[in-house]
């Protein structure tokens, strides 16, 4: 088992700015593929970015390009997701996932990929 643990949540104001953290009880972390993904009332999770095991690689879905950073820290089995520039419609609950496949899957969009998943955390943007 790989424990997910997400914090960093919370109310915030348009144009405002947030940061995620997943932390994870497993040594192996630093094997992990890691991802954020994101679920809006209603709607299906959706993928927000990803990095691989050791951060040399990383990828953003096109509506949070230039306005989220994911990295981790595997010293301290983290992994963080800075948004920036907040906007209403990245109100959701924001779920760290984790993938035993270093290098990631080809597929590492779709939730099916990953393992492991934390509890989510809110993320509230008000306009």
């Known amino acids: 088992q790989v424990p997910l643990v997400e914090s960093g949540g919370g109310l915030v104001q348009a144009g405002g700015s947030l940061r995620l953290s997943c932390t994870a009880s497993?040594?192996?972390?630093?094997?992990?593929?890691m991802a954020w993904f994101r679920q809006a009332p209603g709607k299906e999770r959706e993928f927000a970015a990803a990095i691989n095991w050791n951060g040399g690689s990383t990828y953003y879905v096109d509506s949070v390009k230039g306005r989220f950073t994911i990295s981790r820290d595997n010293a301290k089995n983290t992994v963080y997701l800075q948004m920036n520039s907040l906007k209403p419609e990245d109100t959701a609950v924001y779920y760290c996932?984790?993938?035993?496949?270093?290098?990631?899957?080809?597929?590492?969009?779709?939730?099916?990929?990953?393992?492991?998943w934390g509890q989510g955390t809110q993320v509230t943007v008000s306009s």
């Open positions: 996932a984790a993938d035993n496949a270093p290098a990631g899957s080809y597929n590492y969009k779709t939730v099916e990929v990953y393992e492991y």
């Open positions: 497993e040594r192996t972390f630093s094997v992990y593929f």
